[in-house]
């Protein structure tokens, strides 16, 4: 059986299907042939195949972005677990891309969320954790 990488999928998407979305991350959404394009920014910075990565990207369009560029050039995606950014770069990077009337005015971090049995969020739990914060 052949095995196929992450970045041999993406590259075949963006060849059979430029158009198509491969990213939503609610309004902005990135086409295969977007997100391959990227993918080989990081040759121009000078990653080749075999380097060691760090990604340290929050759970956005960012962060499978920023993989597949990785997998892309045949480097190696070193995780960096524990590393998160600082309340107020949350802060100040929503506001940059969200707008002053959407950013969370309040930003905290956890280790996980509370999740039922089909591994839905519990939505109800999490708003009385947070009630009068």
């Known amino acids: 059986m052949a095995t196929l990488s992450v970045a041999a999928i993406l590259a075949e998407n963006a060849r059979r299907r430029p158009g198509r979305t491969a990213l939503v991350e609610g309004d902005p959404r990135l086409t295969f ?27 956005t369009a960012e962060f499978p972005q920023a993989y597949y560029a990785i997998a892309a050039v045949g480097a190696v995606v070193v995780p960096a677990p524990g590393a998160r950014p ?6 100040a990077w929503s506001k940059e891309r969200l707008g002053r009337h959407k950013y969370p005015r309040r930003v905290e971090f956890t280790d996980a969320l509370p999740l039922g049995p089909s591994m839905k969020v519990l939505k109800r739990e999490l708003r009385a954790r947070y009630a009068g914060a």
């Open 86 to 91: 600082e309340a107020a770069e949350v802060t």
């Open 33 to 59: 042939a977007q997100v391959w394009q990227r993918a080989g920014a990081l040759v121009g910075l000078g990653v080749r195949s075999g380097d060691r990565v760090a990604l340290m990207a929050p759970n």
